[in-house]
């Protein structure tokens, strides 16, 4: 049996570029609908066209060029609005207009409180009725895909919602939008509005049913579920969740909810290429300048990360206690254990296994009391810092095969820079110079050839160890060679001689391990 199709409508060009201090322009808009189209949306609302230029011109490049989903312009229920819609549609492979008007009576009375459109409440209701039914009419002249939003459903009188949805539905609405635009609904109240609008709208099985819930009390997500339990087969939402005031039900949260949870939402999917769902997630924070927050659900920097003692525990020994989906599912690269004071003795010692230290139960005591004084201190333990406790407590020491006896740099604006180094070997002291895209670079560069040593270089950082302008600098060096990678440390008030010492310290990590015979198992060395 064939599951039912749950279609996504994507509006986080329109209703999420309305969040607060966010601008999107046309070529923006265009990229992230790129985005959308390989993430596999039904539908990508692209903007309100007679709001500006920009957002005309927007609609127009996407409806001219992307192919696949149906590509949607917002309007009011105003002919001039429905106009430059269709214009700016006008190229699209497979467009939709997208218009509506606010029934609740409190939209009626703050929007139409002028006496053209009627003296009293009901004359107002009866003014709007009409309006709904022109702007869909004429929506329906240009393209046979109309969608109809009841603004504020949530709080609207339901009889006369009912009698607008059945109006416009026989004026050619294909897709009626059930919007609790304030965020107001509770799920149990959302659902059964879904599912008395099916029983009480005579012709409903003509159109679609979408859900378009807002944040405000930071139910959003849970209220378009509830409408797609009670029969909706469209959701409306934004990537993490952006837009208005509190904002959107976050896509991302909707599809997987329903993917993750086909006991509960049987014979449902939608068409979403879950894979895409992160890369999309970060294309938008980027372009919107809104971050995503770390503990965001689903695509959330530590949605896959796992710290107390007690849930390590259990995820190293069976991923499927502490976790509902995989990682890869929706783009992450893997799941991380985030190594805290919390974390334990298990979540340390793989992750010591992960860098190749295989130590003994002794060992392990003492290096876990060193781990919990640092970890007191931070706020995460890294791996160059788990390296630096081995180090001091296993006494896993480099021999001093080479050593920086001279390091001068030159660098400036319009100059080439370029470092001469004289290092010492047991037998000789050895010099070399070189030029590079920097001076640290160039320092590299002139040690390698005066060791005659080119391990890769995986990673460089320097960082201040104390305060004030004399603070010493911390460089650390990730360096690699035949599958094995080796860390160095180096310390100075000059930060180009901190990062010269971290990488001949490096480097006689690795000679030393080499001259040991070590076998290739021990994957990181001191």
Request: one cysteine or more; charged letters at 30%.
């Amino acid at each position: 049996m064939s599951k039912e199709r749950i279609m996504i409508f994507d509006t986080t060009l329109r209703d999420g570029e309305q969040a607060a201090g966010t601008r999107l322009g046309a070529r923006e808009k265009l990229e992230i609908a790129r985005q959308l189209t390989r993430l596999n949306v039904d539908v990508i609302e692209a903007g309100f066209p007679a709001s500006s230029p920009e957002d005309f011109e927007a609609v127009r490049l996407i409806s001219e060029q992307i192919e696949g989903p149906i590509i949607c312009g917002l309007t009011r229920a105003i002919a001039e609005d429905i106009e430059v819609c269709r214009k700016a549609l006008a190229k699209a492979r497979r467009s939709r207009i997208h218009t509506g008007i606010g029934v609740s009576e409190i939209h009626i009375a703050g929007k139409f409180a002028d006496d053209k459109y009627g003296k009293t409440m009901g004359q107002k209701q009866a003014t709007i009725l009409k309006m709904a039914v022109e702007a869909v009419k004429q929506a329906a002249q240009y393209t046979n895909d109309v969608e109809f939003y009841a603004e504020d459903s949530g709080r609207a009188d339901r009889n006369y919602l009912y009698e607008i949805l059945e109006a416009v539905i026989e004026a050619g609405a294909t897709v009626v939008n059930i919007p609790d635009t304030t965020g107001y609904a509770i799920p149990e109240q959302y659902g059964a509005l879904i599912r008395d609008i099916q029983a009480n709208v005579p012709n409903i099985g003509k159109a679609t049913i979408s859900v378009h819930c807002h944040d405000d009390l930071g139910m959003a997500v849970a209220n378009s579920l509830a409408g797609v339990k009670n029969g909706a087969r469209q959701v409306e939402g934004t990537l993490n969740g952006v837009g208005e005031r509190a904002g959107n039900a976050a896509i991302e949260e909707v599809v997987m909810a329903i993917h993750t949870r086909p006991d509960f939402f049987e014979e449902m999917e939608t068409g979403i290429d879950t894979r895409e769902l992160y890369r999309t997630s970060r294309m938008v924070a980027d372009m919107l300048g809104m971050p995503v927050p770390a503990n965001k659900a689903v695509v959330g920097r530590n949605a896959f990360a796992h710290s107390s003692g007690i849930h390590v525990d259990g995820f190293l020994k069976k991923r499927e206690t502490y976790e509902i989906m995989r990682p890869e599912v929706v783009g992450f690269g893997e799941s991380r254990v985030v190594l805290t004071a919390r974390t334990g003795r298990h979540g340390l010692r793989h992750r010591l296994e992960e860098m190749g230290y295989t130590l003994t139960k002794e060992e392990l005591d003492k290096t876990y009391e060193r781990f919990l004084a640092v970890a007191d201190k931070k706020k995460e333990v890294f791996d160059e810092d788990l390296a630096a406790i081995i180090s001091d407590e296993i006494h896993i020491l480099a021999e001093q095969t080479f050593e920086l006896q001279y390091l001068h740099v030159s660098c400036g604006t319009g100059t080439l820079p370029t470092a001469s180094v004289k290092i010492k070997t047991k037998e000789e002291i050895k010099q070399a110079a070189a030029w590079g895209d920097g001076p640290v670079d160039a320092a590299y560069e002139a040690i390698r050839q005066a060791t005659g040593l080119s391990p890769k270089l995986e990673n460089y950082s320097i960082q201040a160890v104390t305060g004030g302008k004399e603070a010493l600098g911390e460089a650390t060096v990730r360096i690699s060679e035949d599958g094995r990678t080796f860390i160095g440390r180096g310390i100075s008030t000059d930060i180009i001689e901190a990062s010269a010492k971290a990488y001949v310290d490096a480097i006689n990590r690795m000679v030393t391990v080499k001259g040991k015979g070590e076998e290739p198992g021990l994957k990181v060395e001191l």
